[in-house]
């Protein structure tokens, strides 16, 4: 799975290329479907230092207020995290 991660990666920061986002210079739905994702990867301890580029369109991201309106504080991020536990191990323990 990690292997397949760092592929995508290498995607995104070829892509990006020299441009502020993936459609050129405007924001798009690119970054709102891949930024919900890669933004949490290095929570989860994928880290983002080898990708240069994709750091700097992390950082662009983090700064736009409709970004910053949309973040789950520490506290939802930790309920969620909760909710996910018990959902994976409810389904876990109940295969179908």
């Known amino acids: ?18 441009r502020p986002y993936f459609g050129g210079e ?7 479907v891949a930024g ?3 933004l949490f990867l290095p929570l989860v301890g994928v880290p983002l230092n080898d990708y240069q580029k994709l750091n700097a369109w992390v950082d662009r991201l983090k700064e ?15 309920d969620l995290k909760t909710r ?6 409810a389904a876990k323990s ?3």
């Open 1 to 18: 799975m990690k292997k397949k991660i760092l592929t995508i990666l290498q995607f995104f920061e070829s892509l990006l290329d020299h």
């Open 26 to 32: 405007n924001i798009t739905l690119a970054e709102a």
């Open 36 to 38: 919900t994702v890669v």
């Open 64 to 78: 736009r207020p409709a970004w910053i309106k949309t973040q789950y504080t520490p506290e939802q991020l930790e």
């Open 84 to 89: 996910t536990i018990a959902n994976y191990t």
């Open 94 to 96: 109940h295969p179908n």
